[in-house]
Structures are given as structure tokens and as C-alpha cells.
């Protein structure tokens, strides 16, 4: 059976130049510093980022870890959304590894932090308090259906931060959705924060990866703190390699993602009974069928070979590199078909 696999971008596989990339890669030790490969990846990361330097870590949530250390003391309060993936998908690292408090503000459904939420949230220096260490963004937005914050958005939260003397650091995953959906540089994007985490191995279609990025200094103590966390890595430059061919290769072709998000959301609106939650501004589609219990939506879907996700009370679908125009069109018959013959 053909399987039409839209749980998430982090299923997809390495294209064969990707995968001769890995094989023909450079090595040598990066915990010294000796792979070529991979100081070939962190210095065009940086370029691509705006930033000074960039580290190459083993996950995304490792990366925003790993940027909390570097930016707070322990006992410090990290302001994030009350959506954000910081919050509900990094298994408590924050607090549980570090010592940092998470302080909650709402996101809207655009994912945007309510700026007078954050301003309150934001502690008074006295010693009943813990100290506010850093305001966290994240761009595009998971769990706010792959929204875009833009240029204004994250320059508001830039000059609020800047009125306490705090850093900012950018969860972007997806940023680089983020910036083929505004059609504008990350970097444009990027330079309202401190520091900015991006992932290799979703949109961008590496095995494995992510990359942070910032001041050198911050870098400096960023690549220690990775270390007590387990992310040293030796012959890094197999991870690397994909890496470098991802920002070399893979950018352009978001926009073939975005468009087959609007196709397999304008295909969902057209059934009855089937409403998004929201419209798709990127690559991620949120929807829910009337008369449904999701989980068992999910279940059907997957016997026919379509895989999805039921996330917080509604289906998650996520185009990729692995799904083409014909796959959105299957997929978006089989749920017709399953709502059309009822729960």
C-alpha cells in the first residue's frame, strides 16, 4: 500500500545528492574544532543567519536548551508563549536541566505574544523574584498552525526587550518558511534577535540536525554548554555535509511546500463538515470534522495509508519534500470519503 506520510516534516528522507554529500563529506574531530565540514556549515550558517558564528547542535530542542544556559543564570524566568514548542514539546529540559523557570504570556492565534502581557510578565527587581532572564519568539509557529510572525511583529518584541535590557532568542525551527512565505531574507527576519535556532531536518530535509546561531562570544559559551548536555560530536561533518547541501539546495523548493498546503487546505474546506483551524499561511494544516472522534479519524486515515497526527483536539497535516501535488489530492479523498460515509 502507497503510504502518504503528513505528520510532520521531520519524516522526511535525504534526496540522493544529499545522500552523496554525507558520503564524500570531509571529517575530523569537532569537539577539536578539526572537522572541516563542519566549520564549512556553522560559517555559512552564520552568513545565511546574520549573525557572527553559528554551532551546530543534534536537535532543535538542544539548540533552544542550549541558547536558555547560554542567556540566563540558573533561578532565572524565561517569558515564552503559552503555545510555544519551548513550553509543550522539550520534556521540561528547561527547568529540569537548567534551573530556569518558564514564565507563560499568551500567543495568539496568529502566535504573536501579547506584548502588554509580556511588559507585565516581565519581574520587578526585588528579592521576592526570580530574575527575568529572556524573552523567547518562535517563528513559524507549530502549534498557532506554521503562522508567520513578520519583520513588525518580532521588531515590537526587539524594542520591549530592549526597554528591560533582555535578550531575545527566535525558536525558528521553520524560519526558513518563515521567509519564503514573506518573501524576505532570514536574516531580515533573524536580526531582532540574539540568538536563533534553525532546524535541518524538517523543511530543509536532512537526517538529523539543527544550527544555532549568534554573537561569537555567545557562541563561545553556547558550544560549552552543549557539550555538558551531550551534543560534542566527533566526525560531525556526515551531519554537516547534508547540512551545507540543505542551504545550498533545498530553500527554494519551500514554496513548492506552501502550495501544496494551500492545495490540500483548499481541498479539506470543500468537503462538508470539514473546517480549518486555521487557514495555512506555511506548510502545516490544522482541521476538524464534524461528528468525529480524531483519534479515530487518524486511525481510519492510516489504514488507508494516509498518516496524520491528532494534535490537541484537531488533525495536523504537514507538507514536505516527500509529498507531491498527486499526494494531496489522494489524501484529500480519503478524508472526503471517510466524513461523506460518517463516524
Not at 513588525?152 to 525558536?171: F, K, N, S
Not at 483551524?277 to 481510519?300: C, H, K, M
Not at 491528532?310 to 480519503?334: C, K, N, Q
Request: negative net charge; glycine residues 10%; proline residues 4%.
Amino acid at each position: 500500500m502507497k503510504t502518504i506520510d503528513l505528520r510532520s516534516d521531520t519524516v522526511t528522507l535525504p534526496s540522493p545528492a544529499m545522500r552523496k554529500a554525507i558520503a564524500d563529506a570531509d571529517l575530523g574531530d569537532d569537539v577539536f574544532r578539526d572537522d572541516p565540514t563542519v566549520n564549512r556549515l556553522e560559517a555559512v550558517a552564520a552568513r545565511v543567519i546574520g549573525k557572527e558564528a553559528a554551532l551546530l547542535t543534534t536537535s532543535g530542542t538542544q539548540s533552544n536548551l542550549t541558547a536558555m544556559l547560554s542567556h540566563c543564570r540558573r533561578g532565572d524566568e524565561v517569558i515564552v508563549g503559552d503555545e510555544s514548542h519551548i513550553l509543550h514539546y522539550e520534556a521540561g529540559g528547561a527547568f529540569a536541566l537548567g534551573g530556569l523557570g518558564l514564565r507563560t504570556v499568551p500567543n495568539d492565534e496568529q502566535g504573536r505574544l501579547d506584548l502588554d502581557q509580556v511588559r507585565s510578565a516581565v519581574r520587578l527587581p526585588d528579592v521576592h523574584f526570580p530574575p527575568t532572564g529572556l524573552i523567547c519568539v518562535e517563528n513559524t509557529h507549530n502549534r498557532c498552525g506554521g503562522s508567520v510572525l513578520s519583520d513588525d511583529d518580532l521588531a515590537t518584541v526587539r524594542a520591549l526587550a530592549d526597554e528591560h535590557g533582555l535578550p531575545v532568542h527566535m525558536d525558528g525551527a521553520r524560519l526558513f518558511n518563515a521567509g519564503t512565505a514573506l518573501g524576505v531574507p532570514v536574516s531580515r527576519l533573524a536580526q531582532h534577535a540574539d540568538s536563533v535556532s534553525f532546524s535541518l531536518c524538517k523543511g530543509l530535509a536532512c537526517p538529523v540536525g539543527s544550527v544555532l546561531c549568534g554573537s561569537k562570544e555567545f557562541i563561545d559559551r553556547a558550544r560549552r554548554f552543549r557539550k555538558m548536555l551531550g551534543g560534542g560530536m566527533r566526525q560531525a561533518g556526515i551531519i554537516a555535509a547534508a547540512g551545507l547541501y540543505a542551504l545550498e539546495n533545498m530553500i527554494d523548493r519551500l514554496a513548492d511546500d506552501h502550495e501544496n498546503a494551500r492545495a490540500l487546505a483548499e481541498g479539506l474546506a470543500s468537503i462538508a463538515g470539514v473546517t480549518l483551524t486555521p487557514p495555512p499561511q506555511s506548510n502545516i494544516v490544522f482541521f476538524v470534522a464534524e461528528g468525529w472522534d480524531l483519534g479515530e479519524l487518524q486511525r481510519r486515515l492510516g489504514e488507508r495509508g494516509t498518516y496524520c497526527l491528532d494534535e490537541g483536539g484537531r488533525i495536523r497535516m504537514v507538507t514536505h519534500y516527500g509529498i507531491e501535488r498527486s499526494h494531496v489530492e489522494e489524501a484529500v479523498e480519503h478524508v472526503r470519503s471517510l466524513v461523506a460515509a460518517g463516524a
